[in-house]
């Protein structure tokens, strides 16, 4: 997997000129948390950014660098469809920010699914999958649009044999799992390991946590207003969202759609009517339309909804557009990913089936 | 674009050692064809295989980069399409091939194509671009789809608007072009300057031409067969086809799909009724299922219809195999693309309709 070389070779290098003269932004780019307890201690004499509560991104090695291939693979891998035509990425799009940037998700036969799709990036930090949550991880949640009729419409006895009859598919899990036979539940492992490297380190507002100075006065005044106004009760930590439930319509009724009942779905108790898990705010700019129902396209228009809805408060133009500002600081590095090279079928797939 | 410095730096690696003591076959992976006129002279003595009617694809480096990856990006780009969802990838897939390996592609509201999708991969060494040769090049090609309501169902203005509506597009717009207005010519010119490198050279039969064994012995006795029985009378060059019009039956008339016209559809001329352009054969064992009406899944059955149909011979089980082995030399290395990072839609862009 050439690309992780490439990333260990620039952090190399940031290593070597960190005390030199390279540009700062430049080091910036290249630097390395170790893991999830450090979090760079600020390099700004005063300021105590290391105790904000966001969290940088950790920028994470992972070394079973064959089962994130092979994960990889399955991610873009069309014939995990019955129409040999969606891959995992038609929907969680990596050049699109994770997401599909529709109002809802198109499956087989044009289908729509009834929800937007949350983004794939930054996944593994979510308290559970799924706007309501009925995945308790990312292997349980990988296993649900396989087999949903309206997204990919196969099932998982389907696509396992399909993988079972290209010897590629074959020698790679072998290799991986140390087992001839392919199991569903190695395929979502797979596809797991791979969405867990889909972190987006290095935005400028996790520079400025690490020390750097890297957001504009604005910026920085929009942060205070997003944890005055109280948006940070629910949009903290690594993700900035994605640690809590919490009932859409907390200060005011939401009643642009009242027919998604979310987590009650899950949990069959009325409290839990309205209830959603906490969307993450990373790279939040890329991923429009916004909220499980895609209510709106404007980032200004979500932050107003956002205030009324949820906090009771109308913000100032002002403070709405600094806000959104800030907001913007948290677009990070998106993974540079190797489009993958995937193995021809042989006589015994099954062939796709577009009905 | 980091991927050709990538391949610049193994090129220049591969010319350090080529006289050393790596392995014959990593050289051979490096080996650098300064230009079409150059077909490398044989090494194996005695053979004269640069005289070959098969030549191998030429390795070529293009230095016009950033035309090259905003071509990328446009290749990917699902904003072309009216759904905001179908890119040019989504039927010329780089993961398999550059087809979608479907009987013919899936389009806007699941409409299925009348035909089967030809490959883009070396689709630059065809004398005309679609199976009846309609367009003249790969640049008059990529305007089609875009446009064509079956496939991404937008139209010319449309997706201009849209790429126009996206500031870092105008920005490498202008780059490119020196010029602010974005034009549909000028789109498409950037998606050929891509689609132009996405060759595949280095396949065995390719290396085998340039005088290394990399082939077996049945392997090249499928060649001679290939060259004997006369399927090299149309399939020959750089893309093993690809260079010529034909009718499909000249031996016996072609039963199956009376529907299709083929070339007469453009020439308005009786006799190029049932003609088609010969479609390229390097890669061929990736791009199931075959012929412009997909009629079979299996390479074999596809060279016996050809032998029969075309040639008016019927071969027996041990010739056909030995020309599919044959023709499963002819799979070269596939582009290695590092997956285009698009920009965001702005409150000016148009909104995807799925409709």
């Known amino acids: 997997m050439k690309i992780f070389k490439f990333t260990a070779i ?3 290098l940031a290593f070597t000129v960190i005390n030199g003269v390279m540009p700062a932004f430049t080091i910036a780019g290249g630097l390395i948390d170790m893991g999830y307890g450090s979090r760079g201690g600020s390099m700004v004499s005063g300021l105590k950014r290391s105790e904000e509560p966001i969290q940088p991104i950790p920028i994470s090695f992972d070394d079973d660098r064959p089962k994130i291939e092979l994960g ?8 995990l469809s019955k129409s040999g035509w969606i891959s995992c990425n038609s929907c969680h799009n990596l050049s699109t920010g994770g997401a599909d940037n529709l109002p809802s998700s198109i499956g087989h036969k044009w289908l729509f699914g009834p929800i937007n799709s949350p983004t794939v990036l930054n996944a593994k930090f979510n308290l559970a999958q ?3 949550g009925r995945a308790k991880d990312l292997k349980e949640q990988a296993k649900g649009p396989i087999a949903n009729p309206m997204e990919m419409a196969s099932n998982h006895e389907l696509a396992v044999s399909i ?14 799992y140390k087992d001839e036979k392919i199991t569903i539940d190695n395929v979502a492992d797979a596809i797991t390991a791979f969405e867990e490297t889909l972190t987006t380190p290095n935005s400028r507002f996790d520079l400025w946590l690490r020390g750097y100075d890297r957001i504009s006065q604005s910026e920085q005044e929009g942060y205070d207003l997003f944890k005055a106004k109280g948006c940070i ?3 903290n930590g690594f993700g900035v969202g994605g640690n809590s439930f919490q009932k859409f319509g907390i200060a005011k009724p939401y009643d642009k759609d009242t027919q998604t009942l979310g987590r009650c779905n899950v949990t069959k108790n009325e409290k839990d009517k309205y209830v959603f ?15 499980h129902d895609a209510s709106t396209w404007s980032l200004s228009e979500a932050v107003n909804i956002m205030a009324e809805y949820q906090l009771g408060v109308t913000l100032s133009r002002d403070e709405t557009n600094k806000i959104v500002a800030f907001l913007k600081t948290l677009t990070g590095d998106q993974p540079s990913i190797i489009f993958p090279i995937l193995p021809p079928s042989t006589a015994n797939t099954q062939k796709p089936d577009r009905n």
């Open 233 to 235: 009760n629910c949009h």
């Open 277 to 291: 898990k906490v969307p993450l705010l990373k790279n939040i700019e890329l991923t429009a339309p916004y909220f």
């Open 10 to 12: 620039s952090c190399l």
């Open 72 to 79: 990889k693979k399955l991610f873009f891998e069309p014939r």
């Open 130 to 132: 799924f706007w309501d």
């Open 163 to 176: 993988l079972q009859s290209i010897p590629e598919y074959m020698g790679w899990f072998k290799e991986v």
